[in-house]
């Protein structure tokens, strides 16, 4: 059985670095000035603000002028520098990700003007707790595996170009369904100058390694939704039904439309609901009790917008029961609605 909660908030905290601890006047200075944001390795990643009278100014600072995308600050990094040197950036998120959910992290980049060339490689991990690593160079998968905490493969920005936009900021995002060990993002290049697509837009013709250094603002990860599973059982939490009464609480409304958007985006999926009780009561009663938690479950997502013809609910009473034990948490967790979704057959193969 599995369940699901989410909600549709930016879980990044300080996304758009609005939020510090003291106004920049060292160069190399995130860890202190940036509110939640720090450097996990020994790369010395630099946070603007147009607060600063000094060259970490915004929008004039030593790598060029750039406004915000949105606020009064960002942070700025190398993705690309001589002898792999690279810098990184990693914020706490305001929970753990839910594991078998859909996440979408989105941020906006900009190419400093004072850069030698543009990358087409940015990419992002997730860890189980802060990473702290005794490094100046690139983040491998081998160094990211030796780590003294649990992460994520490295997962790659899409890409259709460059980045070499040094006016307008460009947005970055993709799509992940989530281990459910998460607890921090780390974001930067992970791969090392033979392995970076770099573009040398001022001396194309020498040999010599140049410099891309790139201003990053507005950061966020938002939840999208469990990631379904054609026949397998879900169990739609915080569902509350009491004799003649039945009350969805938020949390269950919000995993209701989860499960509607995601049937609304596969209209080959229909969905089978049903209702389950504990064992006290009679059999006839809770026979009755659950066939109207799971109608009304139905009657939910049929008000949201499904066609009655793809959803089905029926009541199981107590013959199903999740744990045999007869305790209050046991009858806790048979008092249940569930969900299946499965493929529409096709009638003229």
């Given amino acids: 059985m599995i369940s699901f909660v989410g909600f549709s908030q930016n879980m990044v905290q300080n996304g758009g670095f609005e939020d510090f601890v003291s106004c920049p006047v060292k160069m190399s200075n995130l860890n202190k000035d940036a509110e939640h944001w720090s450097a996990p390795t020994l790369g010395t990643t630099d946070y603007f603000n147009e ?181 397998e059982v879900y169990v739609l939490d915080h569902v509350n039904f009491n004799f003649d009464r039945f009350d969805l609480q938020p949390k269950a409304e919000q995993s209701l439309k989860d499960v509607y958007k995601y049937l609304e985006k596969h209209p080959n999926l229909k969905v089978a609901i049903s209702g389950h009780t504990d064992d006290l009561g009679s059999d006839k009663y809770n026979d009755i009790l659950s066939r109207e938690r799971a109608g009304s479950v139905a009657q939910y997502l049929i008000d949201l917008g499904l066609d009655k013809n793809r959803i089905t609910s029926r009541g199981y009473g107590d013959s199903k029961p999740l744990d045999t034990t007869r305790t209050d948490e046991a009858r806790r967790k048979n008092r249940r609605v569930e969900f299946v979704m499965t493929k529409f057959e096709d009638e003229n193969p």
């Avoid at 992290?105 to 860890?127: H, N, P, Q, W, Y």
């Avoid at 707790?129 to 493969?153: G, I, M, Y």
């Avoid at 170009?161 to 992940?176: A, I, P, R, V």
Wanted: glycine fraction near 8%.
């Fill in 51 to 231: 607060c600063s009278r000094t060259k970490l100014g915004v929008p004039m600072n030593f790598k060029g002028k750039q406004d915000p995308y949105e606020g009064a600050a960002y942070a700025g990094l190398y993705l690309f520098a001589p002898r792999d040197y690279r810098e990184y950036i990693q914020v706490p998120l305001t929970e753990t990700l839910e594991k078998g959910s859909r996440y979408r992290l989105t941020l906006f980049i900009s190419l400093s003007e004072k850069s030698d060339g543009a990358v087409m490689d940015m990419g992002a991990v997730f860890s189980e707790k802060p990473l702290s690593v005794h490094t100046k160079r690139e983040l491998s998968q081998s160094e990211l595996l030796s780590a003294s905490t649990q992460t994520t493969h490295i997962k790659q920005f899409p890409v259709t170009g460059y980045y070499q936009d040094k006016q307008d900021w460009m947005e970055l995002s993709f799509d992940m369904v989530a281990k459910g060990f998460e607890n921090h993002l780390i974001l930067g290049n992970f791969k090392s100058n033979a392995g970076t697509s770099y573009l040398d837009t001022q001396n194309p013709s020498k040999n010599e390694e140049g410099y891309a250094y790139y201003y990053l603002d507005d950061i966020s990860l938002t939840y999208l939704g469990p990631e379904y599973k054609t026949d």
